[in-house]
């Protein structure tokens, strides 16, 4: 036989046990109905305080789950929890089926049966229903140090025929007719004194066992906390439909068949947790569970309003109250469902109101930005990726995540990366179009992000300009300057000290000390031109650059012609634009000299009500790519960017070109 019959064997011999008990569980529970029948009973019966409908119910339904995961998941405990449940149940219901009149035990027998039958069912949910509670969905408990709450829960187990012991120990019937009681009246005392703390210890252990199902659901992610969602959604939606019940104990017997909602939810979230939206459906219920009840309130209070002015003379007030609920149901769910909504995940269903409140928070930085996202659509984790690297990000990264595009206008490509909810595989189509509309203010604010590094950066090598140039004029006074001032004041010492005793020697160090002088006057006036040139204070910036065409560049380079195309009603410039316009351009010409080959250059100065342009153009070679940022072509981005300004220098068709753009300052 091959590997597939064996594992087809194996299969089968698994499902054999939990077939055999769901198979004797519908056995009893159809014996019970039928003998219920045969002894006169009606199903309204049955339905009433006998709790024959809920019992066989629960012992259905908990053992059909329980046996439904061990046969998936053989010897999962939260299965044979399941089947533990159903059985306390199903022990039960034959209870009931045994004290028909169909069967007519003895009234002993019957005594005993009944007793039986009102203690079997109390360990489901005092012992089982917690421990599924602790021990869901993998079948072990949230940690090491939540085994002591398991054992204490399986402690109480012995305690639970407490409620039972009293009525044992008391005398059946009233009058002579009375029996003896089952057991000692002492024992009944003793039960009844402890009642009070067993329902204690009882509500304990369910405290605490839905404290560690909260703590679990808290720490969990992706797929046990999907799971959790289904458990906690049947958990709300039995404890809501059972909410009289559970405060006062007494409240419509038929609401315990929501009870079977757990085990049919747990059930799907072991087996199948991936099948169906858990959070569509805890969404639809809020939705319509809230709807339930405001239309019921409506219409209550629509009733007892006309009828209390009407002094009951309006016969048509139930009619009024419908037609008032009718019509106001459609708005009213519309805006109970966007309140859902919002509540569950975010603005994703407003992405303009979305893109709103993200907008308010640029001026809180990318990081403001990424957590306003994240508050929008209820989303666990933002970040923003570039060349790389996370520029920024907020919350804790999970696995899945969701991948949008920015659009920045300078700089390397980035992203908006989106951490996915709890549970979810992917994004909803109206998630994605809530963060494509988000990702233009993403944008601005990594644009703004970029723009102060760039700043930052600027700034920094201003002050490392400006420190260097200090340095070099503090070499040059004391190298150059202070060499010379100090030979010349020797040189005049030697000259006075030899005027009577060598005169020619003393008029020769006299022709030295002048030629020093003169020296010295060069210095000083290349430092001062270095500074500022003086031109630009005698001439104004045209014509200091038409000077420099004129004097310098047509006497160092022979046949080299430049030409100064500007109009000759220039506005009044800033110091500032004066002279990296006069530095941008000087250096641009340098460089077409030494570098380009070029025979002819032109230099032309436009302005407007916002920047001075400076272009210089040539005719030279231009090379056959992007201009190497050598110390020259540093020095023009440099002066331009001190302004704010912007430069762009490159090859062309016709030889080299190098633009600038100096704003000007407003008045």
């Known amino acids: 036989m091959g590997v597939p019959g064996s594992d087809d064997e194996r299969m089968a011999v698994r499902r054999a046990g939990p077939v055999a008990v769901l198979t004797l569980t519908a056995v009893v529970v159809v014996a019970a109905w039928v003998s219920w029948f045969l002894g006169g009973l009606t199903f309204a019966d049955a339905a009433d305080d006998s709790y024959l409908l809920t019992n066989s119910a629960q012992a259905l339904t908990f053992t059909t789950f329980g046996a439904l995961v061990l046969a998936h998941r053989p010897g999962h405990r939260i299965g044979l929890l399941f089947v533990a449940y159903g059985a306390c149940y199903t022990l039960s219901v034959a209870c009931l089926g045994l004290l028909t009149d169909a069967v007519g035990l003895p009234e002993a027998w019957a ?176 939705v319509y569970g809230v709807l339930t009840l405001g239309v019921v309130l409506a219409y209550l209070g629509i009733v007892a309003g006309l009828s209390a002015l009407a002094r009951d003379r309006l016969s048509a007030a139930p009619l009024i109250a419908t037609a008032v609920v009718a019509l106001a149901f459609a708005p009213a ?86 951490g996915l909810r709890a549970g979810e595989s992917r994004l909803s189509g109206a998630d994605r179009r809530a963060l494509e509309l988000l990702a233009a203010p993403v944008g601005l604010a990594l644009q703004a992000v970029r723009l102060s590094e760039q700043l930052g950066e600027s700034r920094t090598r201003i002050v490392a300009a400006r420190e260097e140039e200090r340095r070099r004029l503090r070499r040059d006074l004391h190298d150059g300057l202070g060499t010379v001032l100090t030979a010349v004041t020797l040189k005049a010492d030697a000259a006075h000290n030899l005027r009577h005793t060598d005169p020619e020697r003393s008029a020769r160090l006299l022709l030295d000390l002048r030629a020093d002088l003169t020296a010295a006057i060069a210095d000083i006036r290349r430092l001062v031109y270095n500074l500022r040139p003086p031109a630009l204070d005698e001439l104004g910036l045209l014509g200091a650059l038409r000077q420099r065409a004129q004097d310098s560049w047509r006497h ?11 109009p000759d009603d220039l506005p009044p410039l800033p110091a500032g634009v004066e002279v990296a316009a006069y530095r941008i351009a000087t250096e641009a010409v340098t460089n077409a000299l030494r570098h380009g080959g070029a025979t002819a250059c032109r230099v032309s100065l436009r302005a407007d009500h916002a920047a001075l342009h400076v272009e210089v153009s040539d005719n030279g070679s231009g090379g056959a790519g992007a201009w190497p940022h050598g110390v020259g072509l540093r020095s023009m981005h440099e002066r331009a960017g001190e302004l704010g300004g912007t430069l762009t220098a490159g090859p062309t068709d016709c030889g080299g070109r190098v633009h600038a753009r100096l704003p000007l300052e407003q008045t």
């Open 556 to 566: 160092e380079h022979a046949g080299y012609v430049v030409t100064i195309d500007a």
């Open 111 to 286: 005594r005993a049966v009944e007793l039986f039958g009102i203690t079997a069912w109390i360990p489901a949910p005092v012992v089982c229903l917690p421990l599924i509670v602790q021990l869901f969905p993998d079948g072990r408990p949230l940690s090491r140090s939540w085994r002591p709450l398991a054992v204490a829960t399986l402690a109480v187990l012995p305690f639970t025929p407490i409620p039972t012991l009293s009525v044992a120990a008391g005398p059946a019937g009233d009058g002579p007719t009375a029996e003896e009681p089952m057991l000692p009246v002492i024992v009944g005392e003793v039960a009844q004194r402890l009642i009070p703390v067993f329902a204690a210890v009882a509500a304990l252990v369910l405290l605490a066992s839905l404290g560690a199902l909260v703590l679990r659901v808290r720490r969990s992610r992706g797929v046990p906390r999907q799971q959790l969602m289904w458990l906690l959604w049947a958990v709300g939606l039995f404890a809501a439909l059972n909410a009289q019940r559970i405060v006062t104990t007494d409240g419509p017997v038929l609401f315990l068949l929501t009870l079977p909602l757990i085990p049919a939810a747990a059930t799907v979230a072991i087996l199948r947790h991936g099948l169906y939206d858990i959070e569509l459906i805890v969404n639809r219920s809020l």
């Open 333 to 418: 769910r519309s805006a109970v469902q966007s309140l859902v909504d919002r509540v569950m995940y975010g603005q994703r269903r407003d992405p303009v109101a979305a893109a709103a409140r993200v907008g308010l928070r640029l001026g809180a930085g990318l990081d403001g930005v990424l957590r306003a996202v994240c508050e929008a659509l209820r989303l666990p984790y933002a970040a923003v990726a570039s060349d790389g690297r996370l520029v920024a990000t907020y919350g804790r990264s999970p696995r899945r995540r969701h991948t949008v595009s920015l659009e920045v206008a300078d700089g390397p490509p980035a992203d908006l990366l989106v």
